[in-house]
């Protein structure tokens, strides 16, 4: 079974500084990986997928992540953060061995971007 | 502006009433994904249905909860009857799916259910 875990509860970063989420997963077979945003008393947003290809992702807002294979990580990353920034991010996968496995998510980390 | 729509948006009832949640997918989409999120669980499948299919509902309450599309603009989430540790916010996300599994979902705004 498919699962992703997101180690850290919150994350604070100051504004203009690089920020990191964390993102690890277990798949049987190749993983389709996704990031989502969300905002207070919003649904959630897409931010990027890794489906194959190039290892670094680019997605909305500045945001990027990079695909590790031998680490089963796919780290949310952004150069200089801004206080809008601040939100929950969840981290999501689906296993490309069976066409019909749901996208499972992790818990969600609350990054706090700091003025 | 395509986006998943859900109604209500607020819903407080008491325990042991019926509870319908609605959702209109985007136009054109085939795979719609119900999810519930609380603080202590965070976001967890409901259930998860492909051309109007139901794929897996493993997630789901089997003797109180049950999902349905009537047709593709319409997917439904009832809860009968309803009980207090229900209360939490209820996603619908809708996705188009090319190569299996490889597409992104859109969310709702979400139901958020109260029962008292």
């Known amino acids: 079974a498919q699962s992703v875990a997101q180690p850290e509860d919150q994350v604070n970063v100051a504004e203009g500084n690089p920020l990191t989420v964390k993102c690890t997963y277990s798949?049987?077979?190749?993983?389709?990986l996704f990031w989502y945003v969300q905002y207070p008393n919003r649904g959630l947003q897409f931010l990027l997928k890794?489906?194959?290809?190039?290892?670094l992702v680019k997605g909305s807002y500045g945001f990027e992540a990079e695909f590790n294979k031998s680490q089963t990580s796919f780290h949310l990353k952004k150069p200089s953060a801004l206080v809008s920034d601040s939100a929950l991010y969840f981290c999501?996968?689906?296993?490309?061995?069976?066409?019909?496995?749901?996208?499972?998510f992790g818990k969600g980390t609350r990054l706090s971007v700091i003025a | 502006d395509a986006r998943v729509t859900q109604t209500p948006r607020h819903k407080v009832t008491e325990m042991g009433q019926e509870v319908t949640m609605r959702c209109q997918p985007i136009?054109?989409?085939?795979?719609v994904f119900w999810y519930r999120q609380t603080m202590m669980q965070g976001l967890e499948l409901l259930a998860y249905?492909?051309?109007?299919?139901?794929?897996?509902d493993s997630g789901m309450p089997k003797d109180r909860f049950s999902a349905e599309m009537p047709d593709a603009t319409l997917a439904t989430l009832k809860i009968q009857p309803s009980e207090p540790r229900d209360s939490a916010v209820y996603f619908c996300?809708?996705?188009?799916?090319?190569?299996?599994?490889?597409?992104?979902?859109?969310f709702g705004q979400g139901t958020r259910l109260t029962v008292v």
């Open positions: 996300a809708s996705g188009l799916e090319r190569l299996q599994g490889s597409t992104e979902a859109f």
């Open positions: 798949v049987s077979g190749n993983p389709y």
């Open positions: 890794y489906i194959t290809g190039d290892n």
């Open positions: 999501a996968v689906r296993d490309s061995y069976s066409g019909n496995t749901p996208l499972v």
């Open positions: 136009l054109g989409h085939n795979t």
């Open positions: 249905f492909r051309n109007r299919a139901p794929l897996d």
